[in-house]
């Protein structure tokens, strides 16, 4: 049996606005490591304006801060706000340390642990932007503090060299990590046996803090996340930050086998 054209066109323009209508398109898999289960991450046409639209575990990933916001992670308000030095207080960094500032931005953190770390120490300030590394240069050399190593990282890896830190922290940035289970697997290799891995990030559970919703966590979400890596043992939370958690993790021993 022969179609006309015209009756085709017709059946080709029911298909597209079919799949266009289509609710499966409102949850795509975008997964870009060929290892992961397909369902890992996934799209949602209605989504935060803020955010990205990629979904993982529930919890929408937030659009990165780009280097023109610089200036706000200096802001003179940050100290009462976030009040760094009780963040540090509770990080307990030790002289000789290697930590790994994850998504350091301008250095606001990074020029703050240098001192701690001392000058047998070194600080990995680790950054996807290569402008931001240049205002970490900047800064280190202002300010004398060669213990400063700016890496430039990817979405999915920080480059750091396995099982050679002793503490990774990550201030206001897990939220925004694009593949945040490639990123942790990565993390966690980098860490030696006993190390620490550090969420600094505004509380979700609070309404009164003023911080975009997607670019708040909630305290189980974190949880939620890291309970797929399970050489990861939660050490405790700190809530002595006016605005933010302090969740901290312990790698133990043994070899890593992430659930599936």
């Given at each position: 049996m022969m179609w006309s054209r015209p009756f085709i066109n017709d059946v080709l323009l029911v298909l597209a606005l079919t799949s266009l209508l289509s609710p499966r398109l409102s949850a795509q898999p975008v997964s870009s490591d060929k290892s992961a289960p397909a369902a890992r991450y996934e799209y949602r046409r209605n989504h935060d304006p803020n955010g990205t639209g990629i979904f993982y575990l529930g919890r929408e990933i937030a659009q990165v801060m780009g280097h023109q916001g610089a200036g706000w992670l200096e802001r003179p308000e940050r100290e009462e706000e976030e009040q760094p030095a009780k963040l540090l207080a509770a990080l307990d960094i030790k002289p000789g340390m290697v930590v790994a500032d994850i998504g350091a931005g301008s250095g606001y953190y990074s020029a703050r642990i240098a001192p701690l770390v001392g000058d047998k120490g070194q600080v990995l300030a680790v950054d996807i932007q290569p402008e931001m590394l240049a205002l970490i240069r900047q800064k280190a050399k202002k300010l004398g503090l060669p213990q400063?190593?700016?890496?430039?990282?990817?979405t999915d890896d920080p480059k750091l060299p396995e099982n050679s830190v002793d503490l990774i922290l990550m201030v206001d940035v897990y939220h925004e990590f694009r593949q945040p289970y490639e990123m942790t697997e990565k993390m966690i290799r980098a860490l030696k046996p006993g190390?620490?891995?550090?969420?600094?990030?505004?509380?979700?559970?609070?309404?009164?803090?003023?911080?975009?919703?997607?670019?708040?966590?909630s305290e189980r979400q974190i949880l939620k996340e890291m309970d797929e890596f399970p050489q990861l043992h939660h050490k405790k939370t700190d809530s002595r930050l006016?605005?933010?958690?302090?969740?901290?993790?312990?790698?133990?021993?043994?070899?890593?086998?992430?659930?599936?």
């Open positions: 400063i190593k700016p890496i430039l990282g990817e190390g620490r891995l550090v969420f600094v990030e505004f509380r979700l559970e609070d309404p009164k803090v003023p911080i975009k919703l997607v670019h708040k966590m006016p605005w933010q958690h302090i969740v901290i993790f312990e790698k133990s021993a043994g070899k890593q086998v992430p659930k599936q």
